[in-house]
């Protein structure tokens, strides 16, 4: 089920982990077991991809049963991003290969704290 979620503000440089709950339709847990999650970064007009991320790179499937998947962008995985407000588009792919949209919303992405020192 597709439920926008804007996320609190994450620090470039640091790694950023982020949990998503899948639900069908009802709100009822999806069963990911043998399933993916795709999780993709953009700018927020959604004109640049930045990240195209799944269980092959930087998505686990945490709790298949109840749908949990944790995504986890390394800061090497960062090189390049800088300081904007992204958005992020989550999809679930069930085990049988059925797609399913989940969570989206804003990502907002701040300079490290230490980029200003000398």
Do not use: H
């Not at 996320?7 to 709950?21: A, K, Q, S, V």
């Not at 069963?31 to 790179?57: C, I, M, N, P, V």
């Amino acid at each position: 089920m597709a439920t926008e979620t804007n996320l609190d503000p994450f620090r470039l440089g640091e790694d950023w982990t982020i949990t998503i709950d899948c639900q069908d339709s009802a709100g009822d847990p999806l069963d990911l077991t043998g399933g993916d999650l795709k999780f993709r970064l953009s700018d927020f007009d959604q004109t640049t991809l930045y990240l195209d991320l799944s269980k092959a790179e930087g998505v686990s499937i945490a709790a298949p049963a109840t749908g949990r998947a944790v995504v986890l962008i390394t800061a090497d995985m960062q090189a390049g991003l800088k300081a904007q407000t992204f958005r992020y588009d989550t999809e679930a792919v069930l085990g049988d290969g059925t797609p399913s949209d989940q969570a989206f919303g804003t990502l907002p992405a701040d300079d490290s704290l230490f980029s200003s020192l000398p």
